[in-house]
């Protein structure tokens, strides 16, 4: 009889999402999914992604014709975006306990506890995103994130992000 | 009035006040402890907390006191009193592990 | 005596009436108190407070008028949103808790029928810019649902997404052809839901209510009570019985500190910074207590406070009760002494809300 081993399922930490992947792990599309690629994923718990920031960015195009600079806000989404991919990849692994039309549940953002901006952010730079999920009470998630171009860390803050369908 | 009833009193009325002040001060709310009401409901018709505001006095709550607060519990978040009582419940469970 | 449209319907259910200020209110159905306590707490219950005092108060200065009489802010008071406050008299007690709704160019205030006259009074006494205030009690029935289940009714009588209704926020819809409020308001800690219908159309919106939804039972007033009290919800017949204030009584959640006028301010701020001389908590005992036997409450022998509302809860498995404690012993987690006409009883100092309504965990779909 063969022994039985028990097989060690280790959580995947150094996990790598395509951008196709997270595009089906999400309800994003272009022009607004701001995360490229998920290069480090535990499924719950945390993630590291990747925005390309491009001189011909839509997004950057009016902010500023003379000087294009990526929006803080648009940093806080792609953090946001993050962190709901490092839920939706939890998700994905859980059974299906109940069909939901096949709607995915929206995160939506609930509250900005605190951000700061440290540097500005033009073409050329490659974010690096970090998501750490932290507390949770019923719906709502609270969530530590970062964003760095190399070693500089560029903005970091607390969202708080609602689960709703 | 015992001097086991007295130290009750004493622990209550500091860990109610602390919460109070964690709740005033995360919350940003302009309102004083003694404006406050210890035994309305926490969510609904009383202190109306949406669960942003629940979520952001349990992270106050367990970086004053340095602990991890039981999320699924309900019954914990009835009041501030009921999370006095848990607070005092911790402690105590604390206090016998010596 | 004054009969609510919905008396007939009632009646047929076994109702027993009991005048209340000149209504005949249905204090229990057939089915009786504990039963009904079931309903409300597990499924739907319904009862009538047609005799719910309601003041049309309209013209320019009407939310003025109303943000200087009340403790809560008005001012601030969004549309299709209610305020759950209270009118104090100069000297800072309570004169009612009363509901006082935004509808668009007019407003509505709701109180109990025992004390319109005084709401009336302190309003007129206020109103120095010809607001018109207009008693409109018996034009309209107070329909009101509650219980985990009681979405499913207002979701199926009138064609609105209920999830958007949210606590303390009203619709206006139309219900048995009649254009009605709808709010969700509740003081059982359950799902609760009020519809104001015009009294002609008002039978027939509970016969269509009782039709499309046969699991919602009738029931009476009288148990009103006890659900009041297991989620500490204020009681203004109980809980003030010597005129204690509001703040003793644990209600500054209804007062807007922040307003720098309204009747009884002076008094009740005065009294929150010189601290309170006696405070109302929550207590329990495990034995079964009848009405009127519970009084003095004590610590070893000294008399330090009083009883005020208690019953025997079903759900908590004890007694539970209101208590006015002096000073310091206004504390959960205090293990005293009641007196009975039969001797000394223990009781304990608790933390309140008693239960956690079974609606907190009630999705809604």
Redesign the interface.
């Known amino acids: 009889m063969p022994s039985a081993a028990p097989s060690a399922r280790a959580v995947p930490a150094k996990q790598t999402l395509s951008h196709r992947e997270i595009a089906e792990l999400m309800p994003h599309s272009v022009p607004f999914l701001l995360v490229d690629r998920v290069i480090e994923l535990e499924p719950g718990r945390r993630g590291k992604g990747i925005k390309n920031i491009t001189v011909d960015d839509p997004l950057l195009l009016g902010h500023f014709p003379e000087q294009p600079v990526m929006p803080g806000v648009l940093i806080v989404e792609a953090c946001g975006q993050l962190a709901a991919v490092v839920c939706a990849a939890e998700r994905a692994h859980q059974p299906k306990l109940e069909s939901s039309g096949g709607r995915r549940p929206l995160e939506i953002l609930?509250?900005i506890?605190r951000f700061k901006f440290l540097r500005i952010v033009t073409p050329g730079d490659q974010l690096i995103l970090e998501a750490v999920i932290?507390?949770?009470?019923?719906?709502?998630t609270?969530i530590e994130v970062s964003a760095r171009v190399g070693r500089n860390l560029i903005a970091e803050g607390t969202l708080?992000a609602?689960r709703g369908s | 009035m015992t001097s086991q009833m007295k130290l009750a009193i004493e622990r209550r009325s500091e860990l109610t006040a602390k919460v109070k002040n964690i709740l005033i001060d995360r919350l940003s709310l302009k309102a004083e402890p003694n404006e406050i009401t210890e035994d309305a409901p926490l969510f609904g018709m009383g202190l109306a907390l949406d669960?942003?505001d629940?979520?952001?006095l349990?992270?106050g709550i367990?970086d004053e006191f340095d602990i991890s607060l039981n999320?699924t519990d309900h019954q914990i978040y009835r009041s501030i009193n009921t999370l006095v009582d848990h607070l005092i419940g911790t402690e105590a469970a604390k206090a016998t592990h010596v | 005596m004054f009969k609510s449209p919905l008396h007939d319907i009632f009646s047929a259910a076994g109702a027993v009436f009991e005048e209340r200020a000149g209504y005949a209110v249905a204090q229990h159905t057939a089915a009786g108190i504990d039963a009904e306590a079931e309903m409300i707490r597990g499924s739907i219950g319904i009862w009538d407070h047609s005799d719910l005092g309601k003041l049309r108060i309209t013209g320019h200065g009407a939310r003025e008028l109303l943000d200087r009489t009340v403790t809560g802010d008005i001012d601030g008071l969004p549309e299709n949103s209610i305020r759950y406050t209270l009118i104090l008299n100069e000297s800072g007690h309570i004169v009612s808790d009363v509901q006082v709704y935004n509808n668009f160019d007019e407003f509505l205030l709701t109180c109990t029928a025992l004390k319109k006259d005084e709401v009336l009074a302190a309003l007129n006494a206020a109103n120095s810019e010809g607001v018109t205030i207009e008693d409109v009690t018996s034009k309209y029935a107070a329909i009101c649902i509650e219980g985990p289940e009681a979405w499913r009714i207002p979701s199926a009588l009138a064609d609105l997404d209920i999830r958007s209704l949210r606590l303390l926020t009203f619709e206006q819809v139309t219900v048995a052809g009649a254009p009605s409020l709808l709010s969700r308001i509740g003081y059982c800690g359950e799902y609760g839901y009020v519809l104001l219908i015009p009294v002609d159309s008002a039978a027939e919106a509970l016969r269509q209510i009782l039709e499309q939804t046969p699991q919602a039972k009738l029931c009476g007033r009288a148990i009103q009570d006890l659900l009041r009290l297991e989620v500490r919800s204020f009681n203004l017949m109980k809980d003030v019985p010597k005129g204690e204030s509001p703040l003793q009584a644990g209600l500054h959640w209804m007062i807007n500190f922040q307003k720098p006028e309204f009747p009884g301010r002076d008094a009740i701020v005065a009294e929150k910074d010189n601290g309170l001389a006696r405070k109302l908590v929550a207590f329990e005992c495990s034995a079964p207590v009848r009405q009127n036997h519970l009084d003095v409450v004590r610590d070893e022998g000294d008399p330090i406070g009083y009883i005020v509302n208690y019953d025997w809860s079903e759900r908590r498995g004890k007694t539970i009760g209101l208590a006015y404690l002096n000073d310091p012993y206004g504390w959960p987690g205090l293990d005293l002494l009641a007196e009975t006409p039969g001797g000394l009883i223990p009781i304990r100092t608790v933390s309140a809300p008693f239960i956690q309504a079974a609606s907190n965990r009630v999705q809604v779909s």
Not at chain 1, 134 to 140: A, P, T, V
């Open positions: 609930a509250m506890e932290g507390k949770q009470f019923q719906n709502m609270r708080l609602t | 669960s942003i629940a979520l952001v349990i992270v367990e999320t």
